[in-house]
């Protein structure tokens, strides 16, 4: 079979199942793992597919807008992308940790999975994050107020007056979008002194984020790559952004979907 055969009978396998691994290819086109990653470098560099930890996925459309009164409670199918990331996460939590979860999906997922053998403080300024927290017997919930969105989230002058006066030993941060060259980026500009006073405060920042969100950049910069001292992603995440990553320093930890 001819490379370019072989190379568009891989896009529409992709385009089919929205994703591919290596040992697929090798089988069904009995080639070695260099010349399936050769024909993954040349169709993504193509815009055909885009790489990830052990295969490729679809180009797959753009990220949307967050709706307005979006709530990730009200989510009816699982995000299993974001739920690996936030089970991966949740192995970061050690005993009396003073933790804070971000108000997005991952956060949500996090609250439901949280570790239930040792004590903890959880920060948030979700009420859904924490609603879901308060049936944790062994977590201790500091929840930060003022005026609240239609999505239930705090972030204005007096939920950054409470937060100023709380150390943090690790922060869980998930963003609208994370990209190597922009950063972590977000929609609304009112959610970004807060991110930076949740970071500033926090001993250790870990960006968990669903392979979907990255090498993708939002309106608003919130910081760069290089402000997290650690990445959590899912096995759909581009080779190339792994590398990237770790070129400048930033360890990346991948959960298995």
Same mark, same amino acid.
């Not at 108000?103 to 053998?117: E, Q």
């Given at each position: 079979?001819?490379?370019?055969?072989?190379?568009?009978?891989? #896009?529409?396998?992709?385009?089919?199942?929205?994703?591919?691994?290596?040992?697929?290819?090798?089988?069904?086109?009995?080639?070695?793992?260099?010349?399936?990653?050769?024909?993954?470098?040349?169709?993504?560099?193509?815009?055909?597919?885009?790489?990830?930890?052990?295969?490729?996925?679809?180009?797959?459309?753009?990220?949307?807008?967050?709706?307005?009164?979006?709530?990730?409670?009200?989510?009816?199918?699982?995000?299993?992308?974001?739920?690996?990331?936030?089970?991966?996460?949740?192995?970061?939590?050690?005993?009396?940790?003073?933790?804070?979860?971000?108000?997005?999906? #991952?956060?949500?997922?996090?609250?439901?999975?949280?570790?239930?053998?040792?004590?903890?403080?959880?920060?948030?300024?979700?009420?859904?994050?924490?609603?879901?927290?308060?049936?944790?017997?062994?977590?201790?919930?500091?929840?930060?107020?003022?005026?609240?969105?239609?999505?239930?989230?705090?972030?204005?002058?007096?939920?950054?007056?409470?937060?100023?006066?709380?150390?943090?030993?690790?922060?869980?941060?998930?963003?609208?979008?994370?990209?190597?060259?922009?950063?972590?980026?977000?929609?609304?500009?009112?959610?970004?002194?807060?991110?930076?006073?949740?970071?500033?405060?926090?001993?250790?920042?870990?960006?968990?984020?669903?392979?979907?969100?990255?090498?993708?950049?939002?309106?608003?910069?919130?910081?760069?790559?290089?402000?997290?001292?650690?990445?959590?992603?899912?096995?759909?995440?581009?080779?190339?952004?792994?590398?990237?990553?770790?070129?400048?320093?930033?360890?990346?930890?991948?959960?298995?979907?």
């Amino acid at each position: 079979m001819f490379m370019e055969e072989r190379q568009k009978m891989i #896009v529409e396998m992709v385009n089919k199942s929205g994703h591919i691994s290596v040992n697929e290819i090798q089988e069904r086109f009995h080639v070695s793992s260099d010349c399936v990653r050769r024909d993954l470098r040349s169709l993504e560099s193509r815009g055909l597919i885009k790489r990830t930890h052990g295969g490729a996925i679809s180009t797959g459309p753009k990220g949307k807008y967050p709706e307005e009164l979006y709530n990730p409670k009200e989510i009816s199918d699982m995000n299993e992308l974001c739920l690996a990331a936030a089970k991966k996460a949740v192995e970061y939590i050690v005993e009396n940790d003073v933790v804070y979860l971000t108000t997005s999906v #991952v956060g949500y997922y996090m609250a439901k999975n949280l570790p239930a053998d040792f004590s903890f403080t959880v920060v948030t300024n979700s009420v859904t994050v924490a609603d879901e927290l308060r049936k944790h017997l062994n977590v201790s919930v500091i929840l930060l107020g003022g005026e609240m969105s239609h999505r239930g989230h705090c972030h204005d002058f007096y939920t950054m007056q409470m937060m100023k006066n709380i150390s943090l030993d690790k922060a869980f941060l998930s963003h609208t979008a994370l990209s190597i060259e922009n950063g972590a980026s977000i929609h609304n500009s009112a959610g970004v002194e807060f991110g930076r006073l949740i970071m500033k405060n926090s001993s250790m920042n870990i960006g968990v984020y669903p392979s979907e969100k990255l090498g993708k950049n939002s309106i608003h910069s919130v910081c760069p790559i290089t402000a997290y001292d650690l990445l959590i992603t899912d096995d759909q995440v581009s080779e190339d952004f792994v590398m990237q990553a770790e070129r400048l320093k930033v360890k990346v930890d991948i959960a298995v979907v």
